[in-house]
């Protein structure tokens, strides 16, 4: 009773504080409140203290009514005091924390755009949350939460990035974290969270694995028996998960026994593979190192070969020598090389129905690259109408001169021209070994000799000329004569005038469209030292509509790059025309570098 009264009393003299003490003469409340202070007094003094006080402070006016105040409220704050009670009740316990020693004092304004990037739905956080992983922003204790909150994001970007960078940058001190959110009954935040977790804790969580295999969600539980595959001493755990009623389990269950391959592990994937399940059973199969699992696979294609011979039996036997390619794809044993190279010898073999997968065997010896499976992909060819002449000149690119590899396959495009099936199979290769892959424009930006050294560099990747095969000259002139205009300028590399005019014939046709064809026309130029190339690059730009053009790619920023400081004023002016400021101001940056490297030497 004398608690809640004090604690009335308080409220009011709070009041006052904020209101001001003038108020306080002939305050209703206060004056309320004084009888029951008077009547608690027959038992404790102090509380005729404070009825005394109250009633000064209701009946004071002027300068008088602060003090009075002041006392009132430093003798209420005092009992106050001493009346409370700071226990708390029942049994004390240790409180678990995380480790703070990632904290580093990252600043506020900082901490607070990297924790809404991660909480909040507005646009452009994933660069927001890049930027402040760079900054080391997720070092700092306090990102721990919303970080692991994010993996449960339902944008895919920001949820893999925090789960591939974020959420390790926390370290170790984030497992207590992962483990209070994780639900064993949600579906993909849980999953990730799960992997983290044994990223960090491995066995040590094995209880938590086991729960959530047994009791959680299918994606969870799918999760957790993979993450099992790690542990041998799990084996029979997994082994019975193979059994399960559910495909995904068992999925689950296969690629965790092919992380395990063991003995055990080996023949319930190859017991699955034989069986009904066997699609379920190809991937995890294709995954798994056992040596006796790949040689029992080779066993079970050798005893289709006979089938092949007979034509009610033909059309199963290759539907499962389809599956064993499936499951030995990427393996490199020599006994795959021998069935494959047996088999692409076999006249039987040779039918039409078998063709996916002639072209599945073809395929694998040529990556296996090894000196007898080239050699014997060289020797075919000349056979089967040429069929397997882009295999062939794969293996011959990786085994002979150049000049030899020429002379060997220049012909199959000289006698019927590019049209025929054995040209367009080389023609696909020679796509296949020469792509650009995105680099090509900044490194003949860089390699043209231009004043502007960043060129290489723009868009902050570090770009480079890849060091793939090297090509005959002559290749070049073949691919100018049958108007492969690409492949031109690919290959075209040292200054070479026929080659030059063609390029610049090719440049005329559209020169107004910016199009990848011509930026890869006049990166070629470029690398052919063509003097006339800078005053073409800067005439494409200044004939395409630049009101068009929303965004520079790093290959068209690199063109520009390439030109000459007496280019800077017509590059600045093509910047005005723009239709962004941002774009705008990108393109002005660029002519000021280009104007800067006025004084350096530059060789066309």
């Known amino acids: 009773m004398s608690i809640q ?46 009825a005394r006080l109250v009633e000064q402070l209701t009946e004071a006016s002027g300068d008088e009514a602060p003090p009075k105040l002041l006392e009132l409220g430093t003798l209420l704050h005092a009992v106050m005091y001493t009346q409370g009670k700071t226990d708390a009740a029942g049994e004390a316990v240790p409180i678990r924390t995380a480790d703070t020693s990632c904290y580093t004092g990252v600043s506020y304004r900082k901490l607070r755009a990297a924790t809404e990037a991660l909480t909040q739905k507005d646009p452009g956080r994933l660069e927001a949350i890049r930027t402040a992983y760079e900054e080391g922003v997720f070092r700092d204790i306090r990102t721990i939460v919303p970080a692991v909150s994010a993996l449960d994001e339902t944008n895919s970007e920001i949820a893999e990035y925090v789960t591939e960078y974020v959420v390790p940058a926390l370290g170790e001190q984030a497992l207590p974290v992962l483990k209070s959110q994780f639900d064993v009954q949600a579906g ?91 699609d379920n059973a190809i991937d995890p199969i294709q995954s798994c190192e056992s040596e006796s699992l790949t040689e029992r696979l080779v066993s079970f294609a050798e005893a289709q070969l006979p089938s092949l011979a007979q034509a009610e039996a033909a059309e199963q036997a290759i539907a499962a020598l389809e599956s064993a390619a499936q499951c030995m794809d990427g393996k490199t044993h020599p006994q795959i090389a021998d069935l494959w190279m047996r088999l692409l010898s076999e006249p039987a073999f040779a039918v039409k129905e078998a063709d996916t997968l002639q072209r599945e065997a073809a395929r694998q010896l040529l990556a296996m690259g090894l000196p007898g499976t080239d050699r014997f992909l060289l020797a075919l060819s000349e ?33 019927k021209g590019k049209q025929q099936a054995a040209a367009k199979e080389l023609l696909h290769a020679f796509y296949t070994l020469t792509e650009p892959a995105g680099w090509r424009a900044a490194g003949e930006a860089a390699s043209y000799g231009t004043a502007y050294d960043g060129a290489a560099s723009l868009g902050g990747a570090e770009r480079a000329l890849p060091a793939g095969p090297e090509w005959d000259s002559r290749w070049v002139h073949l691919f100018a004569d049958i108007n492969e205009e690409e492949l031109v300028c690919r290959l075209a590399s040292e200054p070479d005038d026929k080659v030059t005019s063609y390029l610049l ?7 107004q469209l910016m199009k990848p064809r011509t930026v890869s026309i006049l990166g070629a130029l470029l690398r052919q030292r063509c003097k006339d190339a800078p005053e073409l690059i800067m005439r494409t730009f200044e004939l395409t509509k630049a009101k068009q053009i929303y965004y520079l790619d790093d290959e068209k920023l690199a063109l520009l790059a390439a030109l000459p400081a007496a ?5 600045a002016q093509f910047a005005e025309a723009l239709p962004y400021e941002s774009l705008k101001q990108q393109v002005r940056e660029l002519a000021e570098r280009i104007k800067s490297q006025e004084n350096k030497a530059v060789t066309y």
């Open 188 to 278: 993909k935040g849980a999953v990730r969270r799960l992997q983290h977790i044994h990223r960090i804790a491995g066995m040590k969580e094995k209880t938590l694995y086991l729960q959530a295999m047994t009791e959680g969600s299918l994606e969870v539980r799918a999760a957790a028996i993979k993450l099992l595959g790690a542990y041998p001493e799990c084996e029979a755990v997994l082994l019975g998960q193979s059994l399960d009623k559910k495909k995904e389990i068992r999925r689950a269950a296969y690629f965790a026994l092919a992380e395990l391959a063991s003995g055990a592990a080996a023949d319930r994937l190859y017991q699955a593979f034989l069986g009904k399940d066997r």
């Open 505 to 511: 014939k090719r440049w005329e046709t559209a020169p």
């Open 383 to 415: 056979q089967r109408d040429r069929k397997w002449i882009a295999h062939s000149f794969q293996a011959a690119v990786r085994t002979l001169p150049p000049g030899e590899v020429y002379d060997r396959f220049a012909q199959a495009f000289k006698a």
């Open 5 to 50: 009264l004090l604690q009335e009393l308080h409220s009011e003299v709070r009041r006052l504080f904020i209101a001001g003490s003038a108020l306080a003469a002939g305050d209703v409340r206060l004056d309320k409140l004084r009888p029951r202070l008077e009547a608690l007094g027959e038992h404790a003094p102090v509380f005729h203290r404070l």
């Open 567 to 571: 280019y800077a004023e017509r590059v």
